[in-house]
């Protein structure tokens, strides 16, 4: 397959280009620079030719601002533009092109598991509804902005990627300071859901979609087996060998973090992957343990 992928540099666009070609498939990144062999180039708030998706079975979109920062006004609606025009742009070429050509045949975009919103200790599938905050309004937004290449007959899935396992970046990097030098602990009460995937799923479950035919529509990219916070830091803290015992009290992420602190790290999401699991995905790193200690192998 010939798979043309935004974000292509970043951690997840990086491991699916490395990813496609060990399996003799043809990853192409969309670039905003001056492309360069091999590359199509795309300004995401401008519209793209459909001709520049010609020959391109798939459609990857990852491409999207950071939500890490200080959430004013305008940073919040920085992150809402980057993801909705973005998606927009792909999704309005791609419908075109394929209406002219009947290719790409797929599109997987990126989105996240919170669209469902604080939820408690309640399990959450596909089928589940929409929750409220800054992040579900902005996941609900950002699947509406396929809307032109579903309607055009094209399959879209848009993935729902929890917390990614990752020693490099993703929700790992930022927490190892703390927890190497023995000063992690739980956050808040502890007692929040946090659905984690180990970064070589969320790889898989994109591979997965672009070759499964029967999935499409949202798609839950998280590990079968969500924990507590309070049991992450802690088999996080066993991996590294280190006491676990420090809490961040929950008006200190308020206090240092806002808004952010409060859906990243307070929110309880526990998601369940039906749909990977129904239709036949095989995780590789089904349970936490086994999956923080193939994240941070080589990197202790």
Do not use: C
Not at 48 to 61: E, R
């Amino acid at each position: 397959m010939r798979i043309l992928i935004s974000g292509a540099s970043g951690l997840l666009g990086s491991a699916l280009m490395r990813a496609l070609r060990a399996e003799g498939d043809e990853p192409v990144a969309l670039v905003r620079r001056p492309a360069r062999a091999g590359e199509v180039q795309w300004d995401p708030k401008q519209p793209l030719d459909p001709a520049k998706l010609a020959g391109s079975d798939a459609v990857v979109h990852l491409a999207g601002k950071n939500i890490a920062g200080l959430w004013t006004k305008k940073f919040k609606q920085e992150v809402l533009e980057s993801r909705v025009g973005g998606t927009r742009t792909l999704a309005t070429a791609a419908a075109e092109s394929y209406r002219r050509s009947g290719k790409p045949q797929v599109f997987v975009a990126a989105s996240g598991m919170s669209y469902y919103g604080d939820r408690g200790d309640e399990l959450l599938t596909e089928e589940s509804s929409a929750g409220r905050g800054f992040l579900a309004d902005v996941v609900q937004q950002w699947e509406a902005a396929t809307a032109a290449a579903s309607e055009a007959g094209v399959r879209v899935v848009n993935l729902r990627i929890g917390v990614v396992l990752a020693r490099d970046g993703g929700a790992l990097k930022p927490m190892l300071p703390a927890f190497r030098l023995g000063l992690g602990g739980r956050v808040g009460s502890g007692k929040q859901y946090w659905s984690w995937i180990a970064l070589d799923d969320v790889i898989g479950a994109m591979v997965f979609a672009l070759k499964s035919d029967s999935l499409r529509g949202p798609v839950n990219a998280v590990g079968p087996a969500p924990v507590r916070n309070d049991e992450f830091v802690r088999a996080l803290g066993k991996e590294l060998h280190r006491p676990a015992i420090f809490p961040l009290p929950e008006f200190v992420v308020r206090g240092l973090m806002g808004e952010m602190g409060q859906e990243l790290l307070l929110t309880s999401e526990r998601v369940l992957p039906a749909k990977l699991n129904a239709a036949g995905y095989r995780f590789r790193y089904a349970e936490l343990a086994e999956a923080l200690h193939a994240a941070l192998a080589s990197g202790q």
